[in-house]
């Protein structure tokens, strides 16, 4: 029934975009298994929340630029070496160990943590 | 020194949204917060800002591949405007205290599903897409 579908991905992006402009984040930790839970297979769910992100980080990044919060240089700094990380990710893909990877970067995670809850 | 770091943090954000399928905003944030002086309010805002570019090159890769049906992303995207409102607001209205915890609960969240790796299971090889949900 499309109706329902419709309702299902009204609920799967006001869920993800509240996310994305109370934390910064793009929505893809909501969307992605909301998605797979609808019934899309991992593949197609991260597509389809990176297709949403772009307009969800878009929209937030205007909204949060009226209250004056975005500093457009430091984004500038970040995009550059951001998008260059993009190709290593993806040449080192089938290199890498990703049970390291994850490790590492939990254990990195943990930390941003510690940092933000310490004061 | 601070900016090397910054920019060593964004270089791993945009390289684990390949490896991981974990978007590089929660590593922007941390990056703009911790070594470029922004306040926690500016970095989750900024962040939104490096994550638009991303998120463009990993759909166009995708679209590539034939993976992604840009009207039902597009359909979800647009559909999110009333909770990117709110989370705007409540985000402007809350304590820089109470969005660093918020911050760093979403941190260890993710950490703990990293430990324990995804629900459905780590993709094989083949299937693992070249960018996974940035952000």
Redesign the interface.
């Known amino acids: 029934m499309p109706g329902n579908r419709t309702i299902r991905f009204a609920a799967i992006g006001i869920l993800a975009g509240a996310f994305s402009g109370l934390f910064g984040v793009g929505g893809g930790i909501v969307m992605v298994p909301l998605l797979i839970m609808l019934g899309f297979g991992e593949r197609r769910a991260t597509a389809t929340s990176l297709c949403a992100i772009v307009i969800i980080a878009a929209f937030a990044t205007g909204l949060h630029g009226a209250y004056g919060n975005v500093r457009v240089g430091d984004a500038v700094l970040l995009m550059i070496p951001a998008v260059a990380g993009v190709g290593i990710g993806v040449a080192a893909q089938q290199r890498i160990p990703e049970r390291a990877v994850s490790l590492l970067f939990a254990v990195l995670l943990i930390v941003v943590a510690a940092e933000l809850i310490i004061p | 020194m601070d ?1 090397v770091l ?3 943090l ?23 917060a ?1 070594f ?1 002086g ?1 306040t ?20 166009w890769r ?2 590539r591949h034939g ?4 009207r ?21 209205a809350l304590p820089q ?1 109470a969005l ?9 969240i ?3 599903r ?2 324990r ?4 299971g ?2 094989s ?1 083949e ?9």
């Open positions: 900016v910054a920019i060593l964004a270089l791993a954000g945009g390289a684990v949204g390949g490896l991981l399928g974990v978007g590089g905003g929660i590593l922007f944030v941390p990056a703009l911790v470029l922004n926690q309010l500016e970095a989750e805002a900024t962040s939104l800002l490096v994550i638009v570019p991303m998120a463009i090159i990993g759909t995708q679209h993976n992604v049906d840009l039902e992303g597009a359909t979800i995207g647009l559909l999110s405007v009333p909770g990117v409102i709110v989370g705007v607001v409540v985000a402007n205290r660093e915890l918020g911050f760093a609960a979403l941190c260890l993710v950490a703990v990293l430990l790796r995804s629900p459905a780590p993709p090889p299937e693992r897409p070249a960018v996974r949900g940035a952000g």
